[in-house]
């Protein structure tokens, strides 16, 4: 059934995952080897530009079809009544066991917390940063459904779950006859959340990033027993504040226009505010582990044509 792997952090490679959960049932579209989809027709498009334009039909669903109505995308950027919603997505209990059972795994291997409160924190800032930027009501809620699902993945393993994530979130997402083409906005956004081989394909993806890496914060350490010698709890468990803002105008903003990088019109300032006990964990620690991150966060926020910046116990490092 498995394919050989072309990625050792896997197991397996995509096409084989694919053919697996096929077999299985899992409503999963495989193309036909014969006819390979061109690249022009599967590019992603960034739905920060523009609301997304309606497809003709849905993604197939458990019996095959797709009325392509619900969840079209209006003129104005928002969605036709019978929309797949953030609220349908929680009321899944399919979405809901793979969180809950893909947070218990992670506990067992050492990692931090990353059930529902990270989920639902996820999705709502996620949301906050779109809206806050005035993007179209429709991309803000595909943003918080790609935030919430962003980690189902560690169902499978740890590595390589943002990649099997968006796999999952398909055959989820088209199950609930969501259109293909804000489907695909979601998968790509949740295939490249993870700062070892992500990037901010789309508005979506950027803010489903910006808001996965600010969750920085003590009520994720699991066992505080470990804090002495594994530095990823140390740091969490020093970390009692966590605040996300953006800022649209203000003399802060107006300042970090001034010194953007950027060529095109800086449209906002995302700041993550931390509070760090430095009796716990120096701030150099917090570097350490977390600088792929903020690397990450700051090409999500030029997504987004916004300057990112980090403030720690007050004083501002990026």
């Keep these: 059934m498995w394919q050989e792997s072309t990625d050792p952090r896997l197991g397996y490679g995509t096409a084989g995952f694919l053919q697996a959960m096929a077999e299985l049932g899992h409503g999963f579209f495989l193309p036909d080897k014969e006819s390979p989809v061109k690249a022009e027709e599967t590019r992603s498009r960034d739905v920060g530009a523009a609301p997304i334009a309606p497809v003709s039909g849905a ?49 067992t291997v050492g990692y931090t917390e990353h059930g529902r409160r990270h989920h639902s924190l996820c999705a709502r800032r996620a949301r906050e940063i779109l809206e806050q930027l005035g993007r179209p009501q429709r991309v803000c809620e595909l943003g918080e459904i790609a935030a919430y699902l962003h980690d189902i993945g560690n169902i499978v ?17 088209c199950g609930m ?40 914060h003590r009520s994720r350490v699991r066992e505080t027993s470990t804090i002495n010698f594994d530095i990823h709890d140390r740091v969490n468990y020093a970390a009692t504040r966590s605040v996300l803002s953006v800022e649209t105008r203000g003399s802060e903003m107006e300042q970090a226009a001034d010194e953007a990088e950027v060529k095109c019109p800086v449209a906002g300032l995302i ?39 980090l403030q720690v116990n007050g004083a501002e490092f990026l």
């Design 177 to 216: 006859g969501m259109p293909v083409n804000e489907v695909t906005e979601i998968i790509a956004a949740i295939g490249h959340h993870d700062e070892a081989d992500g990037f901010p394909v789309n508005a979506i993806s950027a803010a489903v990033i910006l808001a996965d890496k600010s969750d920085v």
């Design 271 to 309: 700041t993550l505010h931390l509070t760090i006990d430095t009796s716990i964990s120096p701030v150099m620690e917090y570097f350490e582990i977390f600088l792929p991150r903020m690397i990450l966060s700051r090409r999500a926020a030029e997504k987004l044509s916004c300057v990112y910046k």
């Design 157 to 173: 393993n740890r590595n390589g779950h943002a990649h099997s994530g968006a796999l999952l979130a398909h055959s989820i997402l």
């Design 59 to 107: 993604c197939p669903g458990p019996n095959g079809g797709g009325s392509g109505e619900s969840g079209r995308l209006e003129a104005n950027g928002a969605a036709a009544p019978g929309r797949v919603t953030l609220e349908r997505v929680r009321a899944s209990e399919e979405v809901e066991h793979y969180i809950e059972r893909a947070n218990e795994i992670l506990g």
